[in-house]
Structures are given as C-alpha cells and as structure tokens.
C-alpha cells in the first residue's frame, strides 16, 4: 500500500501562485509514477501534471504547460507542484496519485490522497 498526502492548498487571486505537496509512504518503491489531477464542480477529473520518478521526466497537460511545474524530492518521497499565473479556471480539487508508470488517465493510478482545495478569485 502507498499512502499519499496532499497540502498546500488555499485561496488566491488571478495571477498568484501557490505550491502544492504530495507527501509519500508505505510502499514507495513501487510506484515510479506521481500524477497531479483536478476536478471542478460539476465536471470530470482531469490531468495536469506527472512525473517519473525514476528519471524525471515530466508530463503536463496542455492546460497548464508553461504556468505549472511539477517537480520530485526523492530522499523526502515527496512531489510538489508549482502553480503560476493561476487562473479562476485553475479552481479545482487537486489530488496526487501513484502508480507504476506514468500515464494521463486516472483509472491508470492505484493509489489516490484525499484532496486539497485550490481557489482562484478573480
């Protein structure tokens, strides 16, 4: 089992950031793949960020590319996400998953946190 934990969320204006956490345990070792997901009010989960923890390769959602950073501290099993320029439409519940690869569909990831609330004003 791998647990996960969000933090880091919270209320902004437009254009502000914030930097969201994704604290690792359990069975780290065999997931390779952190994921970061949103869901809106009334709307599908969606992708928005992974990496590869093995290499470092990250993956973003054409949405966010270029505003957002996703980024992994091994010795800590911890994996932050960097949010710029935030939008309204940047509102969402953020969740942090794991599997053993990295992919961009949510039923691909077996492990999920519970959530963190990120509120963008306009």
């Known amino acids: 089992q791998v647990q996960l934990v969000e933090s880091g969320g919270g209320l902004v204006q437009a254009g502000g950031s914030l930097r969201l956490s994704c604290a690792a345990s359990?069975?780290?070792?065999?997931?390779?793949?952190i994921g970061w997901f949103r869901q809106a009010p009334e709307k599908e989960r969606e992708f928005v960020a992974a990496?590869?923890?093995?290499?470092?390769?990250?993956y973003y959602a054409t949405s966010v590319k270029g505003r957002f950073t996703i980024a992994g501290d091994n010795a800590k099993n911890t994996v932050y996400l960097q949010m710029d320029s935030l939008k309204p439409e940047d509102t969402a519940v953020y969740y942090c998953?794991?599997?053993?690869?990295?992919?961009?569909?949510?039923?691909?990831?077996?492990?999920w946190g519970q959530g963190t609330q990120v509120l963008v004003s306009s």
């Open positions: 359990g069975r780290t070792f065999s997931t390779d793949a």
């Open positions: 990496i590869r923890r093995s290499t470092g390769y990250t």
């Open positions: 998953a794991a599997a053993d690869r990295v992919a961009t569909t949510s039923g691909n990831y077996d492990y």
